[in-house]
């Protein structure tokens, strides 16, 4: 049978090596086996659960969807969309907040971090957040959903959401209960400037990133830049552990060699971080540099980009809209 894939990414601006190892690269994998029915959305109705400027918007949203081509997704095998282009997301996700529970909500990690102290001024659609993650992923019937380490949590939410549903009106199997395709290593690369916080696109220092449209030199300084601390390389994954700067640029090297750690670990035990970096940025460098280039030749194609997202929505439309009359008829509307 044959796997329905669905993941989005927020248009928010400085999409990064954290996003590119966690999710898109996966995502590129899944594209090019036949296997495999794949639809990958831009979110933007998730990005503006943080105040956007609009003009930043519309320019992220082409930006997403060249990161996506420049990355290796083939448009004619899968489908690429803008979420607010297809109304049975908002719809959903008002029908299955009926359906989620305040205190399943309230244990999200991710609204804790994000909303920080002062709750109260978070806006609401930061809070349900996750329940529209879930309308997004039930209305296609996924089965597998490529998600970095940070989405766990919303992806065991969902599978609640679509339990109860399915119980609640007795429809045995009308949502498909989607499975998690998160990578066992390396799935949460952690900032340049502290190895505890995750890279991220909102952090305000930019050297805490490596976006993929930065060049060969921003590159080369960022990881020159990156804290580390004062004792050579480890030689063992337990001496790794206590160290979280080294452990996180020794996972990205490992990640982008396809390298179990222990053979990256080894490969550099004992040696000076100046050495390792160079070796890291050549490789950085690398992978990150073509696709920079192509992002940057697709954004003066908006034709190009907005024939995409056209076609992306006309398929999506066909099949969410489908599935949101069964919906409507479930509920008795
Ligand atoms: N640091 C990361 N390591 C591994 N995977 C990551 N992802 C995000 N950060 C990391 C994965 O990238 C996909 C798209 O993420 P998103 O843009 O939809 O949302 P996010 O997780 O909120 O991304 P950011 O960068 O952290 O943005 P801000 O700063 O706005 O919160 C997801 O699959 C995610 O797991």
């Avoid at 894939?5 to 966690?22: A, D, E, K, M, R």
């Avoid at 282009?85 to 971090?113: D, P, Y």
């Avoid at 949460?188 to 976006?211: A, C, Q, Y």
Wanted: contains cysteine; glycine residues 4%.
């Amino acid at each position: 049978m044959k796997k329905k894939i669905f993941s989005g990414v927020q248009p928010t601006g400085n999409l990064h090596l954290g996003n590119y190892l966690g999710a898109i690269r996966n995502f590129v994998d899944l594209n090019n086996d036949t296997q495999n029915e794949c639809i990958f959305c831009v979110v933007d109705l998730h990005a503006i659960t943080v105040s956007q400027n609009p003009k930043d918007l519309k320019s992220n949203i082409y930006e997403t969807v060249a990161t996506f081509v420049a990355s290796g997704i083939d448009p004619k095998k899968s489908i690429i969309f803008n979420q607010s282009h297809v109304s049975a997301h908002s719809e959903t996700a008002w029908i299955l907040s009926c359906i989620a529970r305040m205190g399943w909500l309230n244990r999200m990690t991710q609204f804790k971090e994000k909303a920080g102290k002062d709750k109260e001024k978070a806006s609401i659609g930061l809070y349900s957040y996750p329940v529209l993650m879930a309308a997004d992923i039930l209305l296609y019937d996924s089965t597998h959903v490529p998600v970095g380490d940070d989405q766990k949590q919303h992806l065991e939410l969902c599978r609640d959401i679509a339990q109860k549903f399915n119980n609640d009106f007795k429809v045995k199997d009308f949502f498909t209960i989607p499975e998690p395709l998160i990578k066992k290593e390396f799935s949460r690369i952690m900032s340049l400037k502290d190895g505890l916080s995750k890279m991220s696109k909102s952090e305000v220092s930019d050297l805490s990133r490596i976006n993929l449209t930065d060049d060969k030199d921003q590159i080369i300084n960022k990881i020159k830049k990156a804290k580390t601390d004062a004792l050579p390389l480890p030689s063992t994954i337990e001496e790794l552990e206590k160290r979280p700067e080294a452990k996180n640029l020794i996972c990205i090297y490992s990640s982008l060699m396809n390298n179990e750690l222990q053979n990256s670990i080894d490969e550099f035990a004992g040696k000076n971080f100046s050495e390792f970096k160079e070796k890291l940025s050549e490789k950085v460098v690398n992978e990150i540099n073509p696709i920079s280039l192509k992002i940057k030749d697709l954004l003066n194609d908006k034709v190009f980009l907005e024939k995409i997202l056209k076609e992306g929505c006309e398929k999506a439309n066909e099949i969410a809209s489908k599935k949101i009359r069964e919906i409507h008829k479930i509920v008795g509307f």
